[in-house]
């Protein structure tokens, strides 16, 4: 079976620019969630979803950060315009409940130069 | 504050030799959860644990709960090169906006042949 797809896995841009991270969940997994991980703040939930629908979105640091699911199978985490402390691992996760296990892809490394 | 910090930080052991990591969480739990991350990689689940579960076992995991003292530890038997990753406890507690898994700070294990 698939695990959850996240690309790209590496991306290196510049300070401004807009950045998009792509996910596909695993199919049947109704819950979708977007992490940061940074060495001095750990792993921080930034949004999650239900049946595509955005539930919390209180980790989502200010309004240069939005992240949509348009369908079951998708999800965009967009950062617009990027800043150098943007720069971390970005992860997203899918389960089939909220309080059931989460499984993560390999994240998508991020650095704003 | 991150719902979960653990001890130690760093731990260091043979191969062959138990390991036990502790996590410490301040608030009502629904269920409390293990996670392995590989260097570079997602993190993947190892176990969980209901509020009303006092110990779990999966394989060479052993997993206790004393919600009394809002603590959790982790043991890895007869360890394992392979073994060697950074083990997160994750909390999953009811929030004004939902269900929501908040990650500790990680111990990072190394095992050594």
């Known amino acids: 079976d698939a695990g959850v797809i996240q690309s790209p896995r590496h991306e290196v841009t510049e300070m401004g620019q807009e950045v998009t991270l792509r996910c596909k969940p695993i199919?049947?997994?109704?819950?979708l969630f977007w992490y940061r991980q940074t060495m001095m703040r750990g792993l921080e939930l930034l949004i999650y979803?239900?049946?595509?629908?955005?539930?919390?979105d209180s980790g989502m640091p200010e309004d240069r950060f939005s992240a949509k699911m348009p369908n079951a199978s998708f999800s965009t985490l967009k950062i617009q315009p990027s800043e150098p402390r943007d720069s971390a691992v970005y992860f997203c996760?899918?389960?089939?409940?909220?309080?059931?296990?989460?499984?993560f892809g390999d994240g998508t490394r991020l650095s704003i130069l | 504050s991150q719902q979960g910090e653990e001890d130690p930080q760093a731990l260091s052991i043979q191969e062959g030799e138990n390991a036990t990591m502790n996590c410490s969480y301040k608030t009502s739990i629904n269920n409390l959860q293990w996670y392995r991350q590989n260097s570079g990689r997602g993190l993947v689940h190892l176990i969980l644990i209901r509020s009303n579960e006092r110990e779990k076992h999966s394989g060479r995991l052993r997993v206790t709960l004393d919600t009394s003292k809002k603590s959790s530890s982790l043991l890895i038997t007869a360890s394992r090169a392979a073994d060697t990753a950074s083990y997160f406890c994750a909390t999953n507690h009811r929030t004004g906006g939902g269900n929501k898994l908040t990650f500790g700070t990680g111990t990072q294990l190394k095992v050594e042949l």
């Open positions: 996760a899918s389960s089939s409940q909220v309080n059931q296990p989460q499984h």
């Open positions: 979803f239900n049946n595509n629908v955005p539930i919390d």
């Open positions: 199919s049947g997994h109704d819950y």
